[in-house]
């Protein structure tokens, strides 16, 4: 089956741009979630959704990050005014479980703020 | 602060030889643990999770747990070239996962 989607791959976003980031997640899968990567670093937690409801948002750096899952499906990672600080890879996983089950990974958006 | 600690590498190793990667983690209470493999470029793909104490097997992969310890290792049976990539260990706290910042494998043909 399909796994989780991720769009846009690439995105280049000038210092003060607002960007959106969209994760699909696996068809069935209660739990998403959102990381951002360094290079040369492991994955960080940034927020988690099951269903709907956004119930840890501990790991969003600045109140310019801003997630949501209206429908309990699709989600969309908001970041307004880049920062050059926000270049990153910004990776989705989807989990069946509700808590500390296997997640899976999407392909990940590299965002770059010039 | 939740932590989890691997030794960055590289680990080299021939063709056909065992591979042995190592994580520590700091929380106690932590029930799940996993390994991830990313190639350069690609994103984290699971390829062992463990919940109890002792080994579990996979094909050529065998993940250890020791709690008590505190300590997860895969070991890779048999490495080949394609098994280069950074492993990378995760623990579960609640709801999310704590990454360490991965071991680079280079197997040499």
């Known amino acids: 089956g399909a796994g989780v989607s991720q769009s846009p791959r690439y995105k280049v976003a000038k210092r003060g741009q607002d960007v959106a980031l969209r994760c699909d997640p696996i068809?069935?899968?209660?739990?998403l979630f959102w990381y951002q990567q360094a290079l040369g670093q492991g994955p960080e937690f940034l927020t988690y959704?099951?269903?709907?409801?956004?119930?840890?948002k501990s790991g969003l750096p600045s109140d310019r990050f801003f997630a949501e899952r209206p429908e309990g499906s699709v989600s969309t990672l908001k970041i307004q005014r880049t920062q050059q600080e926000d270049s990153a890879v910004y990776l989705c996983?989807?989990?069946?479980?509700?808590?500390?089950?296997?997640?899976?990974f999407g392909p990940g958006t590299r965002l770059t703020v010039t | 602060q939740k932590e989890v600690e691997q030794n960055s590498g590289p680990l080299s190793v021939p063709e056909g030889a065992i591979a042995s990667l190592n994580c520590t983690y700091s929380?106690?209470?932590?029930?799940?643990f996993f390994w991830y493999r990313q190639y350069s470029g690609k994103s984290p793909e699971l390829i062992m999770s463990?919940?109890?104490?002792g080994d579990k097997e996979d094909g050529r992969f065998t993940a250890q747990l020791n709690k008590a310890s505190q300590y997860v290792s895969l070991l890779i049976r048999d490495s080949q070239p394609s098994d280069s990539a950074t492993y990378l260990c995760?623990?579960?706290?609640?709801?999310?996962?704590?990454f360490g910042a991965g071991t680079i494998l280079r197997v040499k043909s």
């Open positions: 959704f099951q269903n709907e409801a956004q119930l840890d």
């Open positions: 995760a623990v579960s706290y609640g709801n999310k996962l704590v």
């Open positions: 929380d106690r209470g932590s029930q799940s």
């Open positions: 996983a989807s989990s069946f479980a509700l808590a500390g089950g296997e997640q899976y």
């Open positions: 068809s069935g899968h209660v739990s």
């Open positions: 463990i919940y109890s104490n």
